[in-house]
């Protein structure tokens, strides 16, 4: 694995996004979007750094899951979930994930998610990809951010996480 100038993103509020007050999670959805341009350009040079073109097409979506997968080490504390240096990886491939289902399904923008069910809902004021019609439910979304990082921990459970990635991009389109 080559790091190269690889630095984790910087929230500027402490702590997980759900437990914030309202007006510190925005503020933080807010800084998260306001540096999704830098974060995915920081990505690209990290998956090039690795003779990885970062694309939205499919064969690339595959090249850099497989990337992911061949790379991402556990937290030996709290195994099998990835240690903190590849969560901050998994972070910006969910921007990028986000981007990649955004630019195939234009319908559908990066929002910032209030659960009626408060922290119990695993979104909860976490930045979503969302305006899907094709359901009934109005307020469906999904978190690329959650998802990669729990595929990178089934990965390092034993599960066979390969397709994952193509799997989440495409179902998320299929709604949209």
Do not use: C
Not at 137 to 162: E, M
Request: charged residues 25%; negative net charge.
């Amino acid at each position: 694995m080559e790091w190269g100038d690889y630095r984790p993103f910087q929230p500027v509020e402490d702590g997980p996004m759900e437990d914030l007050s309202p007006a510190a999670a925005r503020r933080e959805y807010e800084h998260r979007m306001a540096t999704k341009d830098e974060r995915l350009a920081v990505l690209a040079a990290l998956v090039g750094a690795n003779g990885l073109r970062l694309g939205k097409d499919a064969e690339a979506v595959d090249d850099l899951e497989r990337w992911y997968l061949a790379g991402v080490e556990a937290d030996h504390e709290r195994a099998p979930r990835p240690r903190p240096l590849w969560i901050a990886v998994a972070y910006d491939l969910g921007l990028h994930l986000g981007d990649t289902i955004i630019a195939r399904a234009p319908g559908l923008s990066w929002s910032f998610y209030r659960s009626r069910a408060g922290s119990r809902d695993v979104a909860h004021q976490h930045p979503v990809i969302m305006g899907f019609t094709g359901l009934r439910n109005k307020r469906y979304n999904v978190d690329p951010f959650a998802f990669a990082v729990g595929t990178g921990g089934s990965h390092l459970g034993g599960s066979d996480a390969h397709g994952s990635f193509r799997r989440f991009v495409d179902s998320a389109v299929s709604y949209a």
